[in-house]
T-cell receptor
Framework: AQSVTQLDSQVPVFEEAPVELRCNYS??????LFWYVQYPNQGLQLLLK??????LVKGINGFEAEFNKSQTSFHLRKPSVHISDTAEYFC????????????FGTGTRLTVIP | GAGVSQTPSNKVTEKGKYVELRCDPI?????LYWYRQSLGQGPEFLIY????????DSGLPNDRFFAVRPEGSVSTLKIQRTERGDSAVYLC??????????????FGPGTRLTVL
């Protein structure tokens, strides 16, 4: 079974400041890792995903995440946030074999302050 | 192109009633997923279809929940004898092949179900 922990339920940050949203996972099998974003009144949108290869993954809107196998983490970062980045961010995993479903964390609400 | 659509966007019902939630996946996507998102939680997997068949229904909470996809496109999630605890946003996603994490899941806007 897989589980995902997002310790920070809310992260306020000033505009143009850097941000890191933390994600740790637990799994008995090898997994793929994802970050999804949910803007107000919109569906979940894929930001980025780690499948294999380089542990630093670049996504849309200037976000990037780094896979750390020893720490079972996949933290999301952005060097300079904009007001438009205000949203809910979800970390998720899926098993590399077998079931295709995603296991999500509880989400982190990023609020960018002008 | 058109994304995943879900109808209705909001559904209010009374305890004990039957409800149906509809999902229209992206055209050509063979895989379809249902998730449930309760307040303050992340989405929770319910069921996954590959074509017309339910390949994994391990997330359905009990036998009051049932889903179909008779022609391999539109899917309907059916909830019998609704309970207040069923109140949540029900999300649908589709992907091209359904072959693990290499295949991106695209989500619809969800149906917000409220059971009074």
């Amino acid at each position: 079974a897989q589980s995902v922990t997002q310790l920070d339920s809310q992260v306020p940050v000033f505009e143009e400041a850097p941000v890191e949203l933390r994600c740790n996972y637990s799994s008995s099998v090898s997994v793929y890792l994802f970050w999804y974003v949910q803007y107000p009144n919109q569906g979940l949108q894929l930001l980025l995903k780690y499948l294999s290869g380089s542990t630093l993954v670049k996504g849309i809107n200037g976000f990037e995440a780094e896979f750390n196998k020893s720490q079972t983490s996949f933290h999301l970062r952005k060097p300079s946030v904009h007001i438009s980045d205000t949203a809910e961010y979800f970390c998720a995993v899926s098993a590399r074999t077998g079931a295709n479903n995603l296991f999500f964390g509880t989400g982190t609400r990023l609020t960018v302050i002008p | 192109g058109a994304g995943v659509s879900q109808t209705p966007s909001n559904k209010v019902t009374e305890k004990g009633k039957y409800v149906e939630l509809r999902c229209d996946p992206i055209s050509g996507h063979t895989a379809l997923y249902w998730y449930r998102q309760s307040l303050g939680q992340g989405p929770e997997f319910l069921i996954y279809f590959q074509g017309t068949g339910a390949a994994d229904d391990s997330g359905l909470p009990n036998d009051r929940f049932f889903a179909v996809r008779p022609e391999g496109s539109v899917s309907t999630l059916k909830i019998q004898r609704t309970e207040r605890g069923d109140s949540a946003v029900y999300l649908c996603a589709s992907s091209l092949r359904g072959t693990g994490g290499t295949d991106t899941q695209y989500f619809g806007p969800g149906t917000r179900l409220t059971v009074l």
